[in-house]
């Protein structure tokens, strides 16, 4: 035998050599293989990293044309905004499914659907989650904003659900306070009054059909009537060419504004009453509204430094009126 062993090779050394080499390389590949495909599913959004949620939620009546950013959060409008908007920060994929329903009451005014990308902008990295501020909006109806209590539901896929409430106009608060409906003597018109509110007394109407006064202990009581108005329609275009005529500023002008399935239009206005020697700074909104045969008007007046803390009985009381005066009948 000789005995240089650098030379020697005992049986199947070459045999395992080769199968070791082989081994390595099969491992290498795999590898490759198996980095490589982890890297085209997560380019393809297959695999994904990191979890979606909703980081904030607010309703305002602007945004930042550049950021995206929502203004100064608002829970009560005011009625007079073109557009309202429900801005969120939300952390998300591309491909993140988002759904925002607008209900008043159990009414739904709009349902929106779209994904994440779509609002903000396609994301190259499908992978990844990216923060970012998106932002939905209820634009005002033709008729103008209905007052009342308003919620938006917004939803991140199935993963997270925020609601929002709003009110337009002050809080309906028919809820809270007790009320009960008044019917026209002659079947014109009903409507739901605040129990501790009073009947006015028909001679200080001005042809009124009625009307009804807060039983509040302060120099000037919040109250409303209801009368049958010497407007021909309820076009806001011939609304304010009445006014116009008669010297109104176009900011006390009307709009356009619905009161369930009809036609009418609102407006708000300062002015000061005299009565006797005193004299009440007051804060008024009137609402008229199409009848079949007559154009109603629904006139509420506090003062000034009350009116905020009328919108809400105004809201419900409004939100009540129902003319029919096509189904009474003629004596």
């Not at 100064?72 to 939300?90: H, L, M, Q, T, W």
């Amino acid at each position: 035998m000789n005995g240089n062993l650098e030379n020697y090779y005992y049986p199947g050394h070459r045999e395992n050599d080769k199968r070791k080499k082989l081994v390595s390389i099969l491992a290498v590949a795999a590898i490759t293989v198996i980095v490589t495909l982890i890297a085209v599913l997560l380019i393809a959004g297959v695999i994904k990293i990191g979890h979606p949620r909703i980081k904030s939620a607010v309703m305002t009546n602007s945004t930042n044309a550049q950021t995206e950013k929502p203004g100064k959060e608002v829970e009560k409008f005011s009625g007079n905004e073109s557009r309202i908007y429900c801005s969120a920060r939300v952390r998300a994929f591309n491909d993140t499914p988002l759904r925002v329903k607008w209900q008043m009451g159990k009414r739904l005014m709009r349902e929106q659907r779209a994904t994440f990308g779509e609002v903000i902008g396609s994301i190259s990295a499908k992978c990844l989650t990216v923060e970012g501020y998106v932002n939905f909006y209820l634009d005002r109806p033709e008729g103008g904003w209905q007052y009342g209590n308003y919620n938006v539901t917004f939803q991140l896929a199935d993963i997270e659900t925020r609601d929002i409430n709003f009110t337009i106009g002050g809080t309906n608060t028919q809820g809270s306070v007790e009320m009960s409906t008044y019917e026209d003597p002659e079947g014109l018109f009903s409507v739901s009054v605040p129990d501790s509110w009073y009947k006015a007394d028909p001679d200080t109407l001005s042809g009124g059909l009625a009307g009804f006064i807060s039983d509040k202990s302060i120099d000037y009581p919040p109250r409303f009537e209801i009368l049958a108005t010497a407007f021909e329609n309820v076009s806001i275009e011939y609304l304010n060419t009445v006014l116009e005529s008669q010297g109104t500023p176009e900011n006390e002008f009307f709009q356009s504004y619905t009161l369930g399935e009809r036609n009418g239009a609102m407006r708000d206005f300062k002015w000061t009453y005299a009565e006797g020697d005193a004299s009440h700074n007051l804060h008024s909104i009137q609402f008229v509204v199409q009848g079949d045969k007559a154009v109603y008007g629904l006139n509420f007046h506090s003062a000034s430094s009350e009116y905020e803390d009328n919108l809400g009985i105004y809201s419900a009381i409004v939100s009540s009126l129902n003319i029919h005066d096509g189904d009474a009948q003629k004596e």
